[in-house]
């Protein structure tokens, strides 16, 4: 379900980039970063608003800085091993080909809204509603910025699928063929939001089934709560749906892929954030520091190789995977 929905939603995101005129970021980090993570919000929002109580609170904290944390190490890490794989297969280069402008601006708006996310409340104890008006500010420019910023225009030379089996089902029933190429703009709007919502209810309830399986599991194996939070949770809920990265980056539309996984971790550390700012007492120590460090550092090291070399290595995505695996051991270790 989770696959074959991705599959749908990345060509219909696509092609409603491509009917809007939409530059690849906007398309990558926006519309489908908030698309893909919007769903998945919805559980510290379950967790601290409706359940309430001390331990849904904590649930509810451990899902928040679980999404970046993941997003910054194991879905960079599922990028590049798809890059990998694709490169042994003789079917692409072993690079990664992105604008590096985009990754830049995405990655510094993760690193100082995060980062203020994150230490700013041990300094202002009583500053925790400015600090949320802040991040939501933070997110509203970032948002200007990528429509306003260069990008180059969706390629894309895929039909909607849905366009395609519609034509097939009138071929097949009234012997309709068509009358030649009519071009993105014959695509009826109305069909490719169609596509995209129904993909993304699809992925939704793929990765409510793979929730459930794993919490199941995680209770087989006595695992408490928090723990499932931080380091299950996340995975089951935010990683399905990077499924799309994948499918972007075996076809060789990279700055779509790392957008996806960029654009989410922006939002996932501005709007999520900004609700444990203002319905818990935030108060992030030991593991769940860790975690966020681990991020941080995770998105510097991407900075910094863009500063020096003007591009990006599948190598050092790949290591975001190293860092949830120290986080992992420490974890279990504990």
Known sequence: MILLSAELFTNGVESLGRRLSLSQAVVGSILAAVGTALPETILPFVAILIHGGDAAKEIGVGAILGAPFMLSTLAFFLVGISVFLSFLKKKRKFELTVEVHSMKRDLIFFIMMYGIAIFFPMFLKDGHIYIAILLVIGYTAYAYLTFRGESSDILHAEELYFRRMLNSLKMHLIGWRPAGEEGYAATG????????????????????????????????????????????????????????????????????????????MVFQSTFPVSLGLLFTDWSISGLALFSAVLALISAFIVVAEIQVRKKISPLTILFGGTLYLIYAVVVFTR
Not at 234 to 260: I, Q
């Open 189 to 264: 709007l109305t069909l490719i939001i169609f596509q995209v919502v129904s993909a993304l209810a699809v992925m939704v309830s793929g990765a409510h089934v793979f929730v459930g399986s794993l919490g199941k599991l995680s209770l087989s194996w006595g695992m408490n709560p928090l723990l499932f939070a931080l380091l299950v949770a996340p995975v089951a809920t935010e990683l399905p749906e990077k499924f799309n990265s994948v499918t972007w980056t075996l076809k060789g539309r990279d700055t779509l892929a790392m957008g996806n996984i960029t654009g989410a």
